[in-house]
């Protein structure tokens, strides 16, 4: 019926069976953006947001998220994550902040949704600490960058 492999011969919704697949070294990188006002921008930057440090905040919820994944997306495998690596990029000219995260282990299927997960949840992590300063603050361009291991081999997302 369908070349999904969350989907049977009959539609039904079904977890992909990896048993039989070679454990192989995986590594997924994703992002996440989140603009600001300046006034925003510059409390995050200079660690005056009455709710502590945003960044190291963020980090640490990103890299939680990271491991319950398969908590909150219904097909996807529990996973023994070996690294997980959350890097900001601020850039003060647009009053944005570019969140990657970087996600590793050597099993049967790959780690691209927790990489996205974990992009995402810093930058809500971000705005949830930042609310009360700015409620504008936007999130956008989630999006895996690159994927390495696996039987589909390595993807490199083109950005320019």
Excluded at 21 to 30: L, N, S, V
Excluded at 113 to 123: H, Q
Excluded at 132 to 152: A, N, P, Q, R
Aim: charged share 25%; with cysteine; net charge positive.
């Amino acid at each position: 019926m369908s070349k999904f492999t969350h989907i049977d011969e009959k539609g039904r919704v079904r977890m992909v069976d990896v048993t039989t697949k070679k454990p192989t070294d995986r590594r997924a990188t994703a992002q996440a953006c989140i603009s600001m006002t300046p006034e925003t921008f510059i409390a995050i930057m200079d660690q005056t947001v009455k709710k502590g440090n945003v960044l190291e905040t963020a980090r640490i919820a990103g890299i939680m998220a990271a491991k319950k994944t398969a908590s909150l997306i219904p097909m996807c495998h529990p996973l023994n994550i070996t690294h997980v690596q959350i890097d900001f990029f601020p850039d003060p000219a647009d009053n944005t902040i570019r969140i990657e995260s970087l996600v590793r282990i050597v099993d049967q299927t790959g780690v691209e949704m927790e990489a996205l997960t974990a992009a995402s949840i810093a930058a809500l992590t971000i705005y949830d600490m930042c609310k009360s300063h700015d409620k504008t603050m936007t999130i956008s361009e989630i999006m895996l960058l690159k994927k390495s291991g696996g039987k589909s081999g390595a993807f490199n997302r083109d950005l320019n």
